[in-house]
């Protein structure tokens, strides 16, 4: 049974879900690509612009005269329109002549790196040169724009990503959740078609959209379905009711054509046999107008709360002096009372339907035993007989089919057909299984019945 709710596990296996989440995803790394090139052309552009700064400024202190330079480094730090910041000029020895920053050990003179901010300065861009006459210059520029951009950049990238994600898997939810909330009504009404309910149409929501072209198709099929088996049906019944009501009267008449005085015993013996083959297609009709009332569904208003324990009770009643007659064994097992809605005088057919067939071909056993899984309930009506072959399990179900077995019992081959399309009414299912020895006729009744506290 479908549920109405939508589950998230449902959800992430459609199509529109999965196409969602990877164009999402192509996005997102489209994004990130995007944000990671321009914080990158950033990035290079401004410290190649700081290092031709550094280089200016350092080549113009190298071309200072050795007296004249610490007094031009000074200048230059003191100066308020100049792009310098930081500078410094050291001695061999590694002693600060004048600046504003100390020395750091790990530089490499002509080749720039960072330094992290200390409590003296901000992160800093760094060059060294060595001057002619063997002493170092150390020139620098703040670089807290360039760490502030790259800061800036992660954030935008982080929260970025996150509220695409975010996006996509809302979009990826409101994409699918609808279409899968159309599939779902599509497959109630499928299912309530399968059911027989020839008189339901798949939903349209007037999208024109694919799932709407399917549906039209289904219910254009539907129709035409419907049409024919009406027709078939229209044939079968007339049939059956033209045909009854004469060979009725021939039986009787037969009847009393046999029980004339003066009917000689090898005619009356003709007679009773042409009665008893007049009576089998007579119950055969009877049968085919049963299951015809049956498959029209015309018998589910009568559904309603049922104890099954209670109902198998009564038909091991019904069926108990048939079973002493014949000396077998016939038993009832129920794990718990049980509660379903059922048509119960349809339900107490079928069920009689299979108990009569397991004491007629059974051995000197039956067993009804009804118990509960986690699936729903299952009733076993179980017997010690010769059973039925595999290959012909399917077949005992088809209309006037009858097992080789059966030729020697009397039967028009449509008892099963009735019991199936009684359990096909009430959404039960019917399994033949190898009992070794006999047959095991298994009614599966799914989950979602309700039921009576145990016993």
Same mark, same amino acid.
């Given at each position: 049974?479908?549920?109405d709710?939508?589950r998230?596990?449902d959800?992430?296996?459609t199509?529109?879900?999965?196409?969602?989440?990877?164009l999402?995803?192509l996005f997102?790394?489209?994004?990130?690509?995007?944000l990671?090139l321009?914080?990158?052309?950033?990035?290079?552009?401004?410290?190649?612009?700081?290092?031709?700064?550094?280089r200016?400024e350092?080549?113009?202190w190298?071309?200072v005269?050795?007296?004249?330079?610490p007094a031009?480094v000074?200048?230059?730090l003191?100066?308020g329109?100049?792009?310098?910041n930081?500078?410094?000029?050291? %001695?061999?020895?590694?002693e600060r002549?004048?600046g504003n920053?100390?020395?750091?050990?790990?530089i490499?003179?002509?080749r720039p790196?960072?330094i992290?901010?200390?409590?003296?300065?901000r992160?800093?861009?760094?060059l060294a040169?060595v001057?002619p006459s063997?002493?170092?210059?150390?020139?620098?520029?703040?670089?807290?724009?360039?760490?502030d951009?790259?800061?800036?950049?992660?954030t935008i990238?982080v929260s970025?990503?996150l509220?695409?994600a975010?996006?996509?898997?809302?979009?990826?939810?409101?994409?699918s959740s609808?279409?899968?909330?159309?599939?779902r =009504?599509l497959?109630?009404?499928s299912?309530?078609i399968?059911a027989?309910?020839l008189?339901?149409?798949?939903?349209?929501?007037?999208?024109h959209?694919?799932?709407?072209?399917?549906a039209?198709t289904v =219910?254009?099929? /539907?129709?035409?379905?419907?049409?024919?088996?009406?027709q078939?049906k229209g /044939?079968?019944d007339a049939?059956a009711?033209d045909?009854?009501s004469?060979?009725?009267r021939v039986?009787?008449?037969l009847?009393?054509?046999r029980h004339?005085?003066d009917t000689?015993?090898p005619l009356a013996?003709?007679?009773?046999d042409?009665?008893s083959d007049?009576?089998? /297609?007579?119950?055969?009709f009877a049968a085919?107008?049963?299951?015809s009332?049956?498959?029209?569904g015309a018998?589910?208003?009568?559904f309603?709360?049922t104890d099954?324990?209670k109902?198998l009770?009564d038909? /091991?009643?019904?069926?108990?002096?048939l079973a002493?007659?014949?000396?077998?064994?016939?038993?009832l097992t129920?794990?718990?009372? %049980?509660?379903i809605m059922?048509?119960?005088?349809?339900?107490?057919?079928a069920?009689?339907n299979l108990?009569?067939?397991?004491i007629?071909?059974?051995?000197?056993r039956?067993a009804i035993?009804l118990a509960?899984?986690r699936d729903g309930?299952?009733l076993?009506v179980r017997?010690?007989?010769?059973?039925?072959p595999?290959?012909?399990r399917?077949a005992?179900?088809?209309?006037?089919?009858?097992?080789?077995?059966?030729?020697?019992?009397?039967?028009?081959?449509l008892g099963?057909?009735?019991v199936?399309?009684?359990?096909?009414l009430?959404?039960?299912?019917?399994?033949?299984?190898?009992?070794?020895?006999g047959?095991?006729?298994r009614?599966?009744?799914?989950?979602g019945q309700?039921?009576?506290?145990?016993?």
């Amino acid at each position: 049974m479908l549920s109405d709710r939508l589950r998230f596990r449902d959800i992430r296996r459609t199509s529109a879900f999965r196409l969602t989440v990877i164009l999402g995803t192509l996005f997102l790394i489209g994004i990130v690509l995007l944000l990671g090139l321009i914080y990158g052309l950033t990035a290079h552009e401004l410290t190649a612009r700081s290092d031709r700064i550094l280089r200016d400024e350092a080549a113009q202190w190298l071309a200072v005269p050795a007296p004249s330079l610490p007094a031009r480094v000074l200048a230059d730090l003191s100066s308020g329109d100049r792009d310098l910041n930081y500078g410094a000029l050291f %001695a061999r020895d590694g002693e600060r002549i004048v600046g504003n920053i100390t020395w750091v050990d790990h530089i490499t003179p002509d080749r720039p790196i960072d330094i992290a901010a200390t409590p003296t300065h901000r992160p800093l861009r760094l060059l060294a040169e060595v001057t002619p006459s063997g002493e170092t210059i150390l020139v620098g520029r703040d670089i807290s724009q360039i760490r502030d951009l790259r800061e800036r950049i992660l954030t935008i990238l982080v929260s970025s990503g996150l509220f695409t994600a975010v996006g996509m898997a809302l979009a990826a939810l409101a994409l699918s959740s609808e279409p899968l909330r159309r599939v779902r =009504n599509l497959q109630r009404a499928s299912r309530a078609i399968a059911a027989g309910r020839l008189d339901v149409r798949m939903p349209i929501a007037g999208r024109h959209d694919e799932l709407d072209q399917f549906a039209l198709t289904v =219910n254009v099929m /539907v129709d035409e379905v419907a049409r024919l088996l009406e027709q078939v049906k229209g /044939v079968t019944d007339a049939i059956a009711h033209d045909l009854r009501s004469p060979l009725t009267r021939v039986r009787a008449q037969l009847h009393r054509a046999r029980h004339l005085s003066d009917t000689a015993p090898p005619l009356a013996d003709l007679l009773g046999d042409a009665e008893s083959d007049l009576e089998l /297609v007579l119950d055969r009709f009877a049968a085919l107008l049963r299951i015809s009332e049956i498959e029209a569904g015309a018998r589910q208003a009568a559904f309603a709360p049922t104890d099954l324990a209670k109902l198998l009770a009564d038909v /091991v009643a019904l069926y108990e002096p048939l079973a002493e007659e014949r000396d077998i064994a016939l038993t009832l097992t129920t794990a718990r009372s %049980a509660a379903i809605m059922c048509d119960r005088k349809l339900l107490f057919e079928a069920i009689s339907n299979l108990v009569d067939n397991a004491i007629k071909f059974g051995g000197g056993r039956v067993a009804i035993v009804l118990a509960r899984d986690r699936d729903g309930l299952s009733l076993d009506v179980r017997d010690d007989g010769q059973g039925i072959p595999d290959s012909e399990r399917e077949a005992v179900l088809r209309r006037f089919h009858r097992g080789a077995k059966a030729a020697g019992y009397p039967g028009t081959g449509l008892g099963l057909s009735i019991v199936a399309a009684i359990l096909h009414l009430h959404g039960f299912t019917l399994e033949l299984l190898d009992g070794k020895p006999g047959l095991i006729a298994r009614l599966r009744i799914p989950v979602g019945q309700p039921s009576l506290p145990p016993r």
